[in-house]
């Protein structure tokens, strides 16, 4: 369990409420608040608790389900098969981890409850799946589905933000770029200009000039304001309100947008074909996969369709023209349910979905490359304006005066 401090409002008298929770998530911690009564306003993890082995990567963890598995799977006990693992993995901190797993087993706890005490590392779905696994006396399986899931979910993720890096680092060379000609070419240009009497500057260098000025002289100014800005803005980005907008924006934002949906599609319909072929029940696979899927809206979709399977309907009609799933999750979903065959549908879900990743990413790449064209010609021509214009103005008067 993770400690969570939290801000909400209480609906009945209005009056603020500051106090502390105990949950799996931020979106579990937001349920036990909303249960009280209370409307969360800003949920933070506290610092310290639940983060002591900092961040293992997913291929790691990858490699540590798979090494488990494929032991367990060759007749060795648990605790001998953990032993084997963490002599072998190269991640200290997964190390320590699996040595306290070791530890927790040997003195007679379950492998998934000695897996839950240590969330920072094992989210819901490996801990879930372990002990539907346990229960079903298919441990080895179990892993190896997880090791799979692991692997299609940092795989699609990876090629979601490798489609991101490149428009960032030309936008970071193109403000470095600017950054250069205003602060250095500018003041040369100014300074011919300020031999010459009556003479005057286009607006636009004039513009440029006062920008180039203030950050000359005020450098330190801006470096505190950037630092201010970061500093919150990472902190605001960690809060309900913040996820709130963020993930709206990812869902919503041209040309990402649509890719983001689609992963976040792929990824539900992925987790829940794994939960599903473990034996995890209908309801409990919904509330890992609203974790899983790490949007604060689609989860809220999950949550509202929990309810109403609760209530006796079917999962397809629960999201059907759900604006946070695309069509052809529910469509997929109602011929699964037909036909009993609930895991496989969400299979062809995921696959059809990581495929349109794949494609849209190539897409995206094909569409920003003259976006940022576009983009980097009227930085140029700005720059160039700013710089020509007063040349020319010098050219102009020179050829007068003759």
């Known amino acids: ?142 892993l190896e589905r997880l090791a799979d899931q692991q692997e299609k979910d940092a795989e699609i993720l990876s090629k979601v933000r490798g489609a991101m890096i490149y428009p960032v680092i030309v936008l970071l060379v193109m403000l470095c770029v600017v950054g250069f000609m205003i602060v250095k070419v500018l003041p040369q240009v100014k300074s011919i200009y300020d031999g010459l009497p009556g003479a005057s500057l286009p607006f636009i260098t004039q513009a440029l000039l006062a920008v180039s000025n203030f950050v000359t002289k005020f450098w330190w100014i801006v470096i505190i304001v950037l630092g201010l800005l970061a500093f919150f803005g990472s902190r605001w980005a960690k809060t309900l309100g913040g996820r709130s907008i963020i993930d709206k924006i990812k869902m919503r934002a041209w040309p990402f947008g649509a890719l983001f949906m689609k992963m976040y599609m792929a990824r539900f319909a992925r987790t829940g074909t794994t939960l599903v072929a473990s034996g995890v029940p209908l309801l409990q696979v919904l509330e890992i996969t609203a974790d899983a899927v790490d949007n604060v809206h689609i989860a809220h979709s999950i949550d509202g369709a929990i309810e109403k399977v609760k209530g006796g309907k079917a999962l397809s009609d629960s999201i059907d023209n759900d604006p946070n799933f695309l069509p052809l999750v529910p469509n997929m979903l109602r011929i699964g349910e037909q036909s009993g065959a609930i895991e496989s549908m969400l299979e062809k879900v995921a696959d059809y979905y990581e495929k349109e990743v794949d494609d849209m990413i190539k897409n995206v790449s094909t569409i920003i490359e003259p976006v940022l064209m576009v983009v980097m010609g009227v930085m140029a021509l700005i720059i160039v304006g700013a710089i020509m214009l007063p040349i020319y103005g010098l050219v102009n008067q020179s050829g007068f005066s003759g």
């Open 1 to 142: 369990m993770l400690d969570y401090t939290y801000k909400a409002r209480d609906s009945k008298t209005g009056k603020m409420v500051k106090a502390q929770v105990e949950a799996d998530s931020e979106q579990a911690a937001a349920k036990l608040i909303a249960g009280q009564g209370l409307t969360p306003l800003d949920i933070t993890l506290q610092k310290g608790k639940g983060h002591r082995f900092g961040h293992i990567k997913a291929k790691d963890k990858v490699l540590f389900s798979r090494q488990l598995a494929t032991l367990i799977n060759a007749g060795l006990p648990l605790v001998q098969s953990l032993r084997s693992v963490a002599s072998q993995t190269q991640n200290k901190k997964l190390k320590v981890v699996a040595n306290r797993l070791i530890a927790d087993v040997e003195a007679g706890s379950a492998f998934s409850v000695a897996l839950s005490r240590h969330p920072e590392v094992f989210n819901r779905v490996f801990i879930s799946l372990v002990q539907a696994a346990e229960t079903s006396g298919t441990l080895d399986k179990g």
